[in-house]
DNA sequence: CCTGGCACTCTACCCTGATGAGTGCCAAGG
DNA sequence: CCTTGGCACTCATCAGGGTAGAGTGCCAGG
């Protein structure tokens, strides 16, 4: 019935909201605890020092904010953060100019590998934090050519054309050996049954027919289903995901103890528990952001993660993002990392 | 005459060359500046630690200790580390259980790439520094095999396969387009005329070739020789070097000044310089050190760098080696690194 | 030439007091 | 009821000083 009331419906008045984002701009800024006074010059609210100390005080309680000690000023905390980034924060689309410049340094003429890493390092270049890149899933690249290659004696070596741009070799060891013109054969059939198709369809055509018609074959086309099958059997990628930039994350100050970064760093050589954050991620819809401990992971403690996946040909293929300290420039790394996210994809998209 | 003179033409006499090499000894242990107490105690020369001041003045005026402040112990300079290591160090060789460790760890069925990784990683486990391996020229890899793949229009995938193992493959465009008969010509015509030379030799076949008998080709020998030099043609490698266990180098008390380890590590990103260092040992033999500022790159003056050349069929082509504090064991170092560069040489070797 | 003794030097550590930034609370005023 | 100036208080930071300990350089005696 009065105005407490509109501002507990929203958990926070105006004037609290409108102090909270000042300080989290100050205090990203700044990288200082913001104290009553600086509040009172910046947040432009015309309210004294002591006015802004009792908000302090509230938001405090609401542990949207902490003192380091008594006398310093106030340091968003993660809620804090979360808040600011939910509601307060306005993310101002990139100028035009700035996503030209972005889209020039991402040359679809490139092959997946490289296209991939200079996403990676543009990220990290543009908000001097580690960027990362989850590679797409081969699942859905469209295969366009299958070709054998003999080694020697049993080896073979099968070519897999995805794409127009993308090679993968693969080597094999088979049961027996088979003679060049066999080879030939044997990829025509592989070639006439699956081209077009993409890995995951490919994989399970194979099954398919090798458990359907095993009978109605002749030895050649057995043969070459056993060999489809050996090529599309589920193969760990090593390399799905790639990091650049750790370096930047040196330079703040609320990382710069060696032991935390050491544990950082331990966290980008073992890769495991990022990866399994931005799969995490590849689900959603949009950009992610994890601030502090939201992430689950220790190690990202004092940092955010921001994330978003990208589509080629409609579906999701892959996850980047930047991770650097939760005292970021949200407004900006958000668009930063959502229009690239969108530009990976379209230069992906471009060459299939 | 006397003694003296002895002493001189060996630059230090006996006493003192065991006092330098006790203090370093214990200065790599401990971490700590080593006092005329502890080496009486340490250096098993009987002597009180007021004569051991005299001897360590004396190296100190030589240069080859110095003492952090008035009453600090002393620790090794870089020419003193320079002068163990050249003349005190007793490098023991490995014993054979665990040359066989390091043996096993290197699978020699692997793909170069993966060999050489697991190199490094090797001796980055073992000595708890960074390692780095220098990758095998692609020059000296024998052609076993040349294929061509049309992808679309201009663009021609060419297929590498050499050593058995090892695939390259590089997409080209070319001036117009071939059919899928006249690409399989051409390969036939290049395997003919390059198989068993490396890529250097292939290089230059082809372009003889090109010059001389222009005129008493037909047009598909013509095309041949011209795709070929498109192949052969000078690529530069990208990944032409491997780094790991950088991390290892963030747990030395010397080097944990954010600083350091921020230029260290951008040593690391770059690649350029310690690509550099490492090419000036491909032509020594054996196992260089390089103590401080002797590598002459100002980022490794609190390093030293310890590197062996490996060969494949007698012929050396590429260095491994790590990275480390001055402050290193080197008389375990320096096995190690000599041992994996002969079982990476001999890995590589046993599959061509 | 070696050695014990001694004065000296320098670091590391702790305690101290001063300074300044910032807070919490209160009572007065709109 | 909200705002505000005032005031006491807290705490980090810094400089100064004093002490303990490690280690040195030098000297005189063996």
Redesign the pocket.
């Known amino acids: 019935m009065k ?2 009331h509109t501002s507990n419906s929203q958990l926070l008045n105006d ?1 609290a909201r409108r102090l909270l984002r000042a300080l989290v701009e100050s205090y990203v800024r700044e990288g ?8 009172a010059r910046t947040a432009g609210l ?9 908000v ?2 509230d938001l ?1 309680e609401m542990g949207l904010v902490s ?8 340091v968003p905390t993660a809620q804090g953060y979360r808040l600011f980034v939910d509601s307060l924060l306005e993310v101002k689309p990139l100028d035009s100019h700035e996503v030209r410049i972005l889209k020039e340094r991402l040359n679809p003429e490139l092959d997946t590998k490289s296209l991939v890493e200079s996403a990676s390092d543009l990220l990290s270049a543009v908000t001097q934090m580690a960027g990362m890149v989850r590679v797409p899933r081969r699942d859905h690249a469209a295969l366009m050519q299958i070709e054998f290659l003999k080694l020697s004696g049993r080896q073979v070596l099968a070519i897999l054309v995805m794409n127009k741009n993308e090679v993968q070799n693969r080597i094999l060891q088979l049961d027996r050996e088979y003679s060049h013109s066999e080879l030939q054969q044997m990829a025509n059939y592989l070639n006439e049954h699956l081209a077009g198709l993409d890995l995951r369809q490919a994989r399970e055509q194979v099954l398919r027919e090798m458990k359907a018609v095993r009978e109605h074959m002749n030895t050649m086309m057995l043969a070459a289903i056993e060999l489809g099958e050996q090529v599309f059997s589920d193969q760990e990628q090593d390399d799905q995901v790639v990091f650049t930039g750790q370096i930047h994350l040196m330079d703040y100050a609320e990382l710069s103890s060696v032991d935390k970064l050491r544990s950082l760093f331990e966290a980008f050589t073992e890769k495991r528990d990022l990866l399994t954050l931005l799969d995490t991620c590849i689900s959603a819809q949009g950009v992610q952001i994890f601030i502090g401990q939201e992430s689950g992971h220790k190690v990202l403690d004092d940092c955010s993660v921001v994330t978003a996946p990208y589509n080629v040909g409609g579906q999701v293929v892959g996850v980047l993002g930047v991770i650097g300290p939760t005292r970021m420039a949200y407004e900006r790394i958000i668009p930063v990392v959502d229009i690239t996210a969108k530009l990976l994809g379209a230069a992906l998209n471009s060459r299939n």
Chains 1, 2 share one sequence.
């Open positions: 105005t407490s004037r200082q605890p913001v104290g009553s006074r600086t509040l015309d309210l004294s020092p002591a006015s802004i100390r009792n302090m005080s405090e003192s380091p000690h008594t006398s310093a000023g106030r």
